[in-house]
């Protein structure tokens, strides 16, 4: 079904597992994914974004965030096509400073609070594996979650259901014993595909296009989440 604006009464009780993606639901990672791309860009011989600049593309891999940002800048290809690109991008992310993508208000409190109900958690995202444990360990939240699967963890990025399969069978949980947090309709339409109810955290890096899937819930602030009392 799908949720109205605002928090519905959502039932956690039925919940064992939550999955969540990490750029834009658990960290604000535009600030460094902007940087990444812009030194990218430089390395390649081509005018350093503008002030502002926002990201045509928030949800892809690293190969589709940066290609369409040459797209947009009217700019070639590198001669090593989508692979070259992508690793450039890898690259100057990671170069990036610790603790330079934060948390989203209410992040941590929503995590312990949901593990200390015994519910498993995980990570499931287009980011490079390395690198989203790099990040998530900058953030003080690794030690949280049992999974985290990347987007070679399988050889398939979201939205294709395989990255979701891949958390489930490893955190041994079922698709209708879980639920996965995201912002983008990658996320969305990768639950869908698992068969995985989705929760829409509306603040992150996606657009109208999420409507266009099921959600179970649909939120702004991780403070308006809360469980029943015990």
């Given at each position: 079904m799908h949720s109205k604006d605002g928090i519905?009464?959502?039932?956690?009780?039925?919940?064992?597992?939550?999955?969540?993606?990490?750029?834009?639901?658990?960290?604000?990672?535009?600030?460094v994914i902007v940087q990444a791309a812009n030194h990218a860009l430089v390395h390649l011989g081509h005018a350093p974004l503008p002030e502002g600049y926002h990201m045509p593309n928030m949800f892809g891999t690293a190969a589709d965030l940066m290609l369409d940002v040459l797209h947009e800048r009217g700019v070639p290809v590198p001669p090593g096509g989508r692979a070259e690109a992508g690793a450039l991008f890898e690259r100057f992310?990671?170069?990036?400073?610790?603790?330079?993508?934060?948390?989203?208000?209410?992040?941590?409190?929503?995590?312990?609070?949901?593990?200390?109900?015994?519910?498993?958690?995980?990570?499931?995202?287009?980011?490079?594996?390395?690198?989203?444990?790099k990040g998530l360990e900058a953030a003080g939240?690794?030690?949280?979650?049992?999974?985290?699967?990347?987007?070679?963890?399988?050889?398939?990025?979201?939205?294709?259901?395989?990255?979701?399969?891949?958390?489930?069978?490893?955190?041994?949980v079922s698709a209708q014993d879980t639920v996965f947090f995201g912002d983008t309709h990658a996320d969305a339409g990768c639950a869908e595909a698992a068969g995985v109810r989705f929760v829409w955290f509306k603040s992150g890096f996606g657009t109208e296009r999420v409507r266009e899937f099921a959600q179970v819930l649909s939120?702004?602030?991780?403070?308006?989440?809360?469980?029943?009392?015990?």
């Open positions: 519905p009464g959502f039932d956690w009780s039925g919940v064992r597992a939550m999955v969540f993606d990490m750029d834009g639901t658990l960290l604000n990672t535009e600030y992310y990671a170069a990036q400073p610790s603790g330079a993508a934060p948390l989203y208000d209410g992040v941590l409190d929503w995590l312990q609070a949901a593990q200390a109900r015994g519910i498993k958690l995980a990570v499931c995202t287009n980011k490079q594996h390395a690198l989203a444990l939240i690794l030690h949280l979650f049992e999974v985290v699967t990347g987007r070679d963890s399988c050889g398939v990025a979201k939205p294709a259901p395989e990255p979701l399969f891949h958390t489930l069978s490893h955190l041994k939120f702004t602030q991780y403070s308006e989440l809360a469980f029943a009392p015990a």
